[in-house]
Structure formats: C-alpha cells, structure tokens
C-alpha cells in the first residue's frame, strides 16, 4: 500500500473516529494511541492531526499536543445560528427548474442521514462552494448531533418532516421548518452541551 492511500486511510478513520461522539470535548488526542488502533505509524496519524485542526475539529496546545476544542454554550449556539444562515445563503442559490436529488432515501442511521439531508440541501445550489461549507459545518456539529439524541425526542420525526418538505413543499414552508428546527436547538443548547459532557457510553 503506497503512503497516499495509507495517508488517505488514517485521516478517514481518524476524523469518523472524532466525529462519532465518543470522545469528550478537550479530551487529549495521543498519536500513538490511534497509530496502534488504526495500524499504522505515527507519522501518518500526526499529518491527520493536524489536517483536521485546519478544518477546527482538532486543537493544538502549547507543549500539550492534540486536543479534542472544548466547546462552551456560546460557541454551540453560533454553530447552529451559523448553521440556520449558511441555508438560507444556500436556498437563494438554488436552481430553478424540476430537482433531480430527492431526501425520501435518506440512510436509515439518524447520524448519516441529517449531513446527507443537509448535503442534498447544499447540492441544490448553483455555488459549488455552499456544499463545502455545508459539509464543514455538519463536521462541527456532528458531537453536538450525537449528544441531541441523548436530549430530543422525535429527531427522526423531524427530519422525515424536512425530506417530505424538501421533496414537495414550497420553499418557504421548507425553510420555516428549518428554522425551528434550529430553534429547537437553540432552546436545548444547554441541556445539549450537558450531554456532550456526559461521560457515559451513547447510543
């Protein structure tokens, strides 16, 4: 196996492994550990590391290496209104015409399917930069996700009423919907940033 693809391989394990939820907020990220977890060297895991702290879901410390950031109430509440207006951006650059993608075969597991939502979303758009910084602030937000399920009830509920919506409403009635979904969230983001904290095994 050439070093591309093992480079290739360890950041796409790295970065599911970061996003998945179980690991805490500020909770030290050691090289060696994950190079024997992935099976690979060290050097490989490092250059992971710090490609993902360019894309801000890893953080360097002085002289204390890599850290999961630590994430406070105010920082989640500008993730989700980031999140809310970075749609509404997208929405006004939808093209017009008959839509070929449709969200009424979203993946069955809750944590695919709201960044596959939200990806058909962006796809929609005549700027092909709105579906990178789509996907960006999904990976920002995909712990906070996790510790939702911890926090909400009916989240599958809700976004069957967004892919129903995405697929047949006006879009005005789906961005209303939209909007309280991140109410919601908004509302919840203290007893959300609680679970994120919880250092008991999610389902």
Do not use: C
Not at 106 to 118: E, S
Not at 154 to 172: I, K, M, S
């Amino acid at each position: 196996m050439n070093s591309g693809v093992t480079a290739e391989r360890v950041y796409d394990a790295l970065k599911r492994r970061l996003l998945s939820g179980d690991l805490l907020p500020g909770e030290r990220l050691e090289p060696a550990r994950f190079a024997a977890e992935l099976t690979s060297s060290v050097t490989p895991v490092r250059d992971a590391l710090n490609r993902l702290e360019g894309e801000r879901l890893v953080e360097t410390r002085a002289s204390e290496g890599f850290h999961l950031p630590l994430v406070a109430e105010p920082m989640l509440r500008d993730l989700y209104q980031w999140n809310a207006a970075l749609l509404r951006l997208v929405a006004r650059s939808w093209r017009s015409g008959p839509h070929v993608a449709r969200a009424n075969a979203l993946p069955v597991d809750l944590g695919r399917a709201v960044p596959a939502f939200f990806a058909l979303f962006a796809a929609r758009s005549d700027n092909r930069e709105h579906e990178a910084q789509v996907a960006a602030a999904s990976d920002r937000l995909a712990t906070a996700r996790v510790a939702e399920a911890a926090t909400l009830d009916a989240l599958e509920d809700e976004l069957r009423a967004l892919a129903v919506a995405f697929d047949q409403d006006t879009l005005a009635g789906l961005l209303r919907l939209v909007d309280r979904y991140h109410r919601r969230r908004l509302t919840a983001a203290p007893r959300i940033l609680r679970a994120l904290y919880d250092p008991r095994p999610r389902q």
